[in-house]
């Protein structure tokens, strides 16, 4: 049993906004599927951190559900800028279950074990927010907390995924970043960046915690191995 993530898959497959248009994402459906399918069992997870659907409402959306759900493999879904198709737990767990949507499932204010370590995180917040932005800061940074407890209450080690970056060149978000200090956590992946911004992205150890970026585009389209 594996873990793997990969972020922001941006699929349009009932809304009129395809990311080929961009450089590097020609066929980019097409490719996440070959390289899925070579490295992700039925017996594996994925996590995918945000960005999912350009969907704006969530009926909208089952196209672009029912491809992820068609790849092997459970999958844990987190909240990304861009998808504003999300609405309450309730709604969004009641929708998957009426398409049969039976792989996949919420990280939100909860944890889910994957074998012997256990999923949390949230959506994050610009690491460069304005002063304006601090309640959404103080929410997500709360959110983050939660999930982690609920993560600690398992007795599974603690690995945390975000959307947003909490660290970014030289800039961190602290309200989030010391959500992961004080919890000791060790091992972040996040999305959110894309292209020539990669070049500044926080790969690797930074005061303690190892930071992965798994953005499709920067990681060739394919789930990056977790554990």
Same mark, same amino acid.
């Given at each position: ?95 998957? =279950? ?14 889910? *074990? &994957?074998? $012997?370590?256990? +999923? @949390? ?28 407890? =609920? ?14 970056? *909490? &660290?970014? $060149?030289?800039? +961190? @978000? ?54």
């Amino acid at each position: 049993m594996a873990l793997f993530a990969l972020a922001d898959l941006h699929l349009s497959l009932s809304a009129d906004k395809p990311m080929d248009v961009f450089r590097g994402w020609d066929n980019y459906v097409e490719r996440i599927s070959a390289n899925w399918k070579k490295i992700v069992t039925d017996e594996d997870t994925v996590v995918l951190p945000g960005d999912l659907s350009w969907a704006l409402k969530l009926e909208d959306t089952a196209a672009d559900f029912a491809y992820i759900h068609s790849l092997p493999g459970q999958k844990l879904l987190l909240k990304g800028n861009h998808d504003l198709w999300w609405c309450t737990m309730r709604k969004m767990e009641n929708f998957f =279950a009426e398409k049969g949507f039976t792989t996949l499932r919420f990280v939100h204010n909860n944890a889910q *074990p &994957v074998g $012997d370590v256990c +999923v @949390c995180g949230t959506r994050g917040w610009f690491f460069d927010a304005e002063s304006g932005d601090k309640k959404i800061i103080l929410r997500e940074a709360g959110r983050l907390e939660t999930s982690i407890r =609920a993560a600690e209450e398992t007795g599974l080690e603690p690995v945390a995924f975000l959307h947003y970056p *909490p &660290v970014y $060149d030289d800039r +961190v @978000c602290e309200e989030i970043f010391q959500v992961l200090v004080r919890h000791e956590i060790r091992r972040v992946y996040y999305g959110h960046v894309h292209g020539p911004a990669a070049i500044k992205a926080v790969n690797g150890l930074y005061e303690g915690i190892r930071f992965q970026l798994v953005s499709c585009d920067c990681v060739q389209f394919t789930p990056v191995l977790v554990r």
